[in-house]
Protein backbone atom coordinates (compact mmCIF):
# COMPACT_ATOMS: atom_id res chain seq x y z
CA UNK A 1 0.00 0.00 0.00
CA UNK A 2 1.50 3.32 -0.44
CA UNK A 3 0.61 6.52 1.32
CA UNK A 4 -0.33 9.63 -0.11
CA UNK A 5 -0.47 11.92 2.76
CA UNK A 6 -3.23 15.26 2.22
CA UNK A 7 -0.43 17.58 1.09
CA UNK A 8 0.86 15.03 -1.26
CA UNK A 9 -2.82 14.38 -2.60
CA UNK A 10 -3.99 18.14 -2.63
CA UNK A 11 -0.69 19.02 -4.58
CA UNK A 12 -1.00 16.28 -7.13
CA UNK A 13 -4.88 16.40 -7.57
CA UNK A 14 -4.55 16.68 -11.49
CA UNK A 15 -3.46 13.23 -11.76
CA UNK A 16 -5.21 10.01 -12.54
CA UNK A 17 -5.97 6.68 -11.06
CA UNK A 18 -7.00 3.35 -13.13
CA UNK A 19 -9.50 2.26 -10.62
CA UNK A 20 -10.12 -1.17 -11.72
CA UNK A 21 -8.45 -2.94 -9.41
CA UNK A 22 -6.25 -0.53 -7.00
CA UNK A 23 -8.64 1.40 -4.93
CA UNK A 24 -7.88 4.58 -2.82
CA UNK A 25 -8.77 4.17 1.19
CA UNK A 26 -9.04 6.20 4.13
CA UNK A 27 -6.71 4.30 7.49
CA UNK A 28 -5.07 4.47 10.04
CA UNK A 29 -1.48 6.81 9.16
CA UNK A 30 -0.27 5.93 12.71
CA UNK A 31 1.53 2.76 13.16
CA UNK A 32 3.11 1.40 9.76
CA UNK A 33 1.68 -2.16 11.20
CA UNK A 34 -1.55 -1.13 9.97
CA UNK A 35 -1.08 -1.13 6.21
CA UNK A 36 0.73 -4.64 6.90
CA UNK A 37 -1.78 -6.20 8.77
CA UNK A 38 -4.76 -4.99 6.61
CA UNK A 39 -3.17 -6.64 3.62
CA UNK A 40 -2.16 -9.94 5.47
CA UNK A 41 -6.23 -10.49 6.24
CA UNK A 42 -7.24 -9.15 2.36
CA UNK A 43 -4.52 -12.11 1.27
CA UNK A 44 -6.12 -14.59 3.69
CA UNK A 45 -9.76 -13.81 2.86
CA UNK A 46 -9.28 -14.17 -0.76
CA UNK A 47 -5.48 -15.96 -1.44
CA UNK A 48 -4.14 -15.23 -5.16
CA UNK A 49 -3.94 -18.60 -6.93
CA UNK A 50 -6.97 -19.99 -5.04
CA UNK A 51 -8.32 -23.27 -7.73
CA UNK A 52 -11.93 -22.22 -7.53
CA UNK A 53 -11.11 -19.11 -10.00
CA UNK A 54 -11.51 -19.64 -13.42
CA UNK A 55 -10.52 -16.08 -14.55
CA UNK A 56 -6.37 -16.29 -14.29
CA UNK A 57 -5.60 -14.57 -17.78
CA UNK A 58 -2.94 -12.56 -16.11
CA UNK A 59 -1.71 -14.49 -13.59
CA UNK A 60 -2.40 -16.27 -10.32
CA UNK A 61 -3.05 -12.58 -8.83
CA UNK A 62 -5.87 -11.93 -11.29
CA UNK A 63 -9.14 -13.11 -9.89
CA UNK A 64 -8.17 -12.71 -6.20
CA UNK A 65 -7.51 -8.59 -7.35
CA UNK A 66 -11.32 -8.80 -8.94
CA UNK A 67 -12.61 -9.84 -6.01
CA UNK A 68 -10.56 -7.94 -3.58
CA UNK A 69 -11.50 -4.68 -5.36
CA UNK A 70 -15.25 -5.37 -5.22
CA UNK A 71 -15.23 -6.33 -1.64
CA UNK A 72 -13.61 -2.71 -1.04
CA UNK A 73 -14.41 1.11 -2.01
CA UNK A 74 -14.52 1.82 -5.98
CA UNK A 75 -14.20 5.98 -5.49
CA UNK A 76 -13.30 7.59 -1.91
CA UNK A 77 -15.29 11.28 -1.10
CA UNK A 78 -12.74 13.02 0.93
CA UNK A 79 -13.99 16.16 2.80
CA UNK A 80 -11.36 19.53 1.79
CA UNK A 81 -11.32 22.49 4.20
CA UNK A 82 -8.71 25.62 3.25
CA UNK A 83 -7.63 23.71 -0.09
CA UNK A 84 -6.51 20.49 2.72
CA UNK A 85 -7.82 17.09 2.90
CA UNK A 86 -9.89 16.96 6.04
CA UNK A 87 -8.84 13.95 7.90
CA UNK A 88 -8.52 12.82 11.48
CA UNK A 89 -5.37 13.48 13.06
CA UNK A 90 -4.51 9.85 12.58
CA UNK A 91 -5.60 9.33 9.24
CA UNK A 92 -3.83 9.24 6.07
CA UNK A 93 -5.15 8.30 1.99
CA UNK A 94 -3.43 4.75 1.01
CA UNK A 95 -3.55 3.83 -2.59
CA UNK A 96 -4.58 0.15 -1.81
CA UNK A 97 -2.90 -2.16 -5.23
CA UNK A 98 -4.49 -5.62 -5.13
CA UNK A 99 -1.99 -6.86 -7.84
CA UNK A 100 1.33 -8.25 -6.89
CA UNK A 101 3.26 -6.68 -9.79
CA UNK A 102 3.97 -2.98 -9.81
CA UNK A 103 1.60 -0.85 -12.52
CA UNK A 104 1.72 2.68 -13.16
CA UNK A 105 -1.45 4.12 -11.81
CA UNK A 106 -3.07 7.65 -12.01
CA UNK A 107 -5.68 9.65 -9.67
CA UNK A 108 -8.58 11.33 -11.00
CA UNK A 109 -9.75 14.18 -8.88
CA UNK A 110 -13.53 15.30 -9.37
CA UNK A 111 -13.75 18.45 -7.19
CA UNK A 112 -17.27 19.71 -6.28
CA UNK A 113 -18.29 22.96 -4.11
CA UNK A 114 -17.03 26.50 -3.80
CA UNK A 115 -13.72 28.15 -3.71
Do not use: C
Request: without cysteine; aromatic residues 6%.
Amino acid sequence: MASLNAGTLWRSFATKLALLVPVLVIQENADPQMQRDLEAYMDRLVPDGDPIYRHTAEGPDDMAAHVKGALTQTHLQIPVMRETPALGTWQGIYLFEHRTRPRPREVVLHLTGTP
